[in-house]
């Protein structure tokens, strides 16, 4: 009798098999799971109850939720803030780096160094920045005698959402400011020059020249910052906990206190795949207009 030879599979997909192996092992089946448990009411405290199936609960349940949409609310709030003055202080750094003739390679590398701290070590930097007694801020304020007494950065509620987001923008603006900053060198200079021979203005050189070539790096930057800023949890968990009386918490911070704390596994995970569609709808938001700019200035895929 005789048996089919099995074919050998081809070596490409053999030496791939591996991380076939280790995606689907760290990013699939978690997935898988979490999806799954979304539709159920899992607590941490009691395992039974992840093969209660009970539909779209947990979503109907989000929607009336005053909490989610809270969080909500300030994530979009703390979103818009931080994109928009980390794309003003990025755009006038790329700027002002271009210009420089001597050293720029030097400032190029100090501009990175905020990049390279963890976000868990740049929320206890500032946590201890922003200290009622201990911190530098109401040090230095008291010292030039601005203010008597120290200020509660981390306790009032609009000063801590202000103390996150100066945390945040200082620590991510230098990605706006490389991404930018590629884009001033990959532009022509023909049309500059050109400008300047028929007399406008450094103003309207840069309204009607340079922004309108910049716009497609900007919205690439801003599709990879939002997304990052829509899933800030390390610097606020670090800073305010989500407090004072969750005043600072945002949409991934409640997500974990729900699932860890509430013990509240299921309707945790459907917070976050109610979170994933939104953030799924900014960056397709984003695109839209990134391919929109590049058609206005000629760019082609």
């Not at 976000?119 to 008291?142: H, M, R, S, T, Y």
């Not at 022509?188 to 406008?200: I, M, R, S, T, W």
């Not at 900007?218 to 005043?247: E, H, K, N």
């Amino acid at each position: 009798m005789m048996f089919p030879t099995l074919r050998r599979p081809p070596e490409w997909l053999l030496l791939l098999m591996p991380a076939f192996f280790v995606i689907a092992a760290v990013i699939l089946m978690p997935l898988v799971f979490s999806l799954y448990s979304s539709f159920t009411p899992y607590r941490l405290t009691k395992p039974d109850t992840l093969w209660k199936w009970i539909g779209t609960a947990n979503y109907q349940k989000i929607l009336t939720d005053g909490k989610f949409w809270a969080a909500f609310g300030r994530t979009i709030l703390f979103l818009t803030i931080v994109l928009n003055l980390e794309l003003l202080l990025g755009l006038a750094i790329a700027l002002m780096i271009s210009r420089v003739t001597r050293g720029q390679r030097t400032l190029r590398t100090i501009l990175m160094f905020p990049m390279m701290f963890s976000p868990i070590l740049v929320g206890f930097q500032f946590k201890f920045i922003f200290n009622d007694n201990i911190g530098l801020v109401n040090n230095a304020l008291q010292s030039l005698g601005f203010t008597n007494a120290a200020a509660p950065w981390l306790v009032d509620a609009k000063l801590a959402m202000f103390s996150i987001m100066f945390a945040e923008i200082w620590m991510s603006t230098s990605i706006f400011a490389v991404l930018l900053l590629a884009g001033l060198f990959a532009m022509p200079q023909d049309p500059l020059e050109a400008a300047k021979v028929d007399g406008c203005t450094p103003w309207q050189s840069f309204r009607h020249i340079t922004l309108p070539f910049l716009t497609p790096f900007i919205f690439i930057a801003l599709t990879i910052r939002s997304l990052d800023v829509a899933r800030a949890y390390d610097v606020v968990q670090i800073m305010t906990g989500g407090g004072p009386a969750r005043r600072t918490e945002l949409v991934w911070t409640l997500m974990s206190r729900t699932g860890y704390v509430d013990a509240r596994m299921g309707i945790a995970n459907a917070m976050g795949y109610v979170s994933i569609l939104l953030s799924i709808l900014f960056t397709l938001y984003f695109f839209r207009k990134l391919s929109a700019a590049r058609a206005a200035i000629g760019m082609s895929d």
